[in-house]
Nanobody, 121 residues
Framework: QVQLVESGGGLVQAGGSLTLSCAAS????????MGWYRQAPGKQRELVAT???????NYADSVKGRFTISRDNAKNTVYLQMNSLKPEDTGVYSC???????????????WGQGTQVTVSS
């Protein structure tokens, strides 16, 4: 059973910084694409950033240049460094572990419970 546990959320003023962490149990971490997603009140969940097992990264346009995703395979942990935070970054941030085959078939798709990030203006 894979468990993803997020931490590091909280309340911060606009312009501030936060670092989120997601610790994964199980043996799949190093082969998984890890991602951070967020959901604001009344909105659909959206991609924030992903990092592949090889370290390739992808970011939503709205966070490029401000957020950095990284991973530590030795610690089974993925991080999201968030700088220059804006009120529109407010939401529940969830960690995701996913693996697809070479043909795109989804082998697994695990989610954490989420951590609240609130940015005040």
């Amino acid at each position: 059973q894979v468990q993803l546990v997020e931490s590091g959320g909280g309340l911060v003023q606009a312009g501030g910084s936060l670092t989120l962490s997601c610790a994964a149990s199980g043996s799949i971490f190093s082969i998984s694409t890890m991602g951070w997603y967020r959901q604001a009140p009344g909105k659909q969940r959206e991609l924030v950033a992903t990092i592949t097992s090889g370290g390739g990264t992808n970011y939503a346009d709205s966070v490029k240049g401000r957020f950095t995703i990284s991973r530590d395979n030795a610690k089974n942990t993925v991080y999201l460094q968030m700088n220059s935070l804006k009120p529109e970054d407010t939401g529940v941030y969830s960690c995701n572990a996913r693996k697809r085959t070479a043909y795109g078939y989804l082998l697994y798709d695990h989610w954490g419970q989420g951590t609240q990030v609130t940015v005040s203006s």
